[in-house]
Every structure is written in C-alpha cells, then in structure tokens.
C-alpha cells in the first residue's frame, strides 16, 4: 500500500452553476479529490492489573510489559516514536456487595504502550501479541493515515484548479469567447480525509483484513476574464 495506488478524480458539480459576474468575467467552482489507501497507523495499547495491594497489581503490569517487550523484540526498531515507560496507579472503592457491608479498596495499575508504524503488514502480528496478553485498544479509521498526506492534499488541488479552467474554458466556447487570466481565486483549505470504507478492532477476535480507501478533496472558486 503506497502512494501507487492512488488515482485522481476530478469533479464537476453539476448543482453550482457557473455564474457571469461582471462584463467580460466569469466566476466559476472546481472540485478535485484524491483517492488512496493508507499506508501507515498510530497505535496505543494499554497493560492493566487490579488487585488489593498496590505492589501486586504493579508488578502484574510490569510482568506484562516485560512479555510485550520480548513479543515484539523482531520489530522494534520499525516502530517509530516508541513508548512504554510511565507506570500508573490509583485507587478505586468497590461499593459492599450487600447493605451495610464495607467497601474496599483496590488498587489498579496501568502501563500505556504508543508508537507509529509504516508498514502495515506488522499491523495484525503486533495485535495479536496485544490480544494474548489481554491488553486494551480501540482501533478505528482516525488511527490511520498516509505518509504523504500532504503532497496528496496538493495533487487534490491541482484537480480543482484544472476542473476549474476546464469547466472556464467549456462556457467561455459556449459564448464564442476564450477563458483568459485569473482575476481572483478563493481555495478551500480543509482538506479532510474522508474513509470510504473503516477498519476497526476491539476485541480479541478481531484482525484487520482491509484499512481501505480513503479521499482528499479540495475545491475552488474561481474568477477568469473572458476573451
């Protein structure tokens, strides 16, 4: 999954009509979009341990971690902005099972493991290692991304751009005239990766089979002076 298999796909929206403004100008939108698949993925998995004693649920996470660190030992060094060292331990109150009883105390203990990968194909091995040690995720689309997500964005402006002269020079022909310079040029900035299709993993059953295809869209206004 790289930036091959990404493919332009210029729009023309039909429902914003191009629109003569002032004598010999014509303002006019273009729409672009990018559409491609994810090649890389920010992740976060979480070691945790309850037991009365602090020490006990403490030295369950770092008995944990230490297994996590064994697991994953093949591929660490392509795990980029690796981190595993902070400890954390607070105290919940478990309310009496019955009226009257007294609550107790237990401490829980909890180690948060978070990295980025660029190369997707570590992503299932690295979940199931999460799994048999019943670690805690959420994997969803935000987790996922592109590389070159910038240089995505530009090539869904430059699809914009051109459907805009595209669309200037079909009506200036259609007036027996020619679609000259840019007078002016408002561009949408947003630029937000919309997912076509989500991968998502919960539970300890779960494997990502797809990341799927996501798109970057970019749209303009444009004014050109007619010739």
Not at 6 to 25: C, D, K, N, T, V
Not at 65 to 81: K, P, V
Not at 104 to 128: G, K, M, R
Not at 202 to 212: L, Q, T
Request: charged share 20%; with cysteine.
């Amino acid at each position: 999954m790289n930036g091959r298999n990404r493919f332009l796909l210029p729009l023309i929206s039909l429902a914003m009509a191009p629109a003569l403004s002032l004598a010999g100008e014509l303002t006019l939108t273009g729409e672009g979009s990018v559409r491609y698949e994810p090649d890389s993925a920010r992740l976060q998995f979480t070691a945790s341990a309850e037991d009365p004693l602090a020490a006990k649920a403490s030295e369950q996470v770092r008995q944990q971690m230490e297994t996590w660190r064994e697991g994953i030992e093949a591929w660490r060094d392509q795990l980029a902005d690796y981190s595993d060292a902070r400890l954390n331990l607070y105290t919940r109150t478990i309310p009496p099972a019955e009226r009257g009883g007294q609550a107790t105390q237990q401490a829980v203990a909890s180690q948060t493991v978070s990295f980025s990968i660029s190369d997707l194909t570590l992503l299932n091995p690295l979940l199931e290692q999460a799994q048999a040690l019943g670690m805690e995720y959420n994997l969803g689309p935000q987790q996922f991304y592109h590389s070159g997500e910038q240089q995505l964005e530009r090539e869904a402006l430059a699809a914009a751009i051109a459907d805009a002269r595209s669309r200037c020079e079909f009506v200036a022909a259609e007036l027996q005239q020619s679609c000259g310079e840019v007078v002016t040029m408002n561009i949408n900035s947003g630029y937000r990766p919309v997912p076509m299709m989500m991968a998502e993993a919960r539970s300890a059953k779960d494997v990502v089979s797809s990341v799927g295809i996501r798109e970057i869209t970019a749209s303009v206004s444009a004014t050109f002076t007619l010739e």
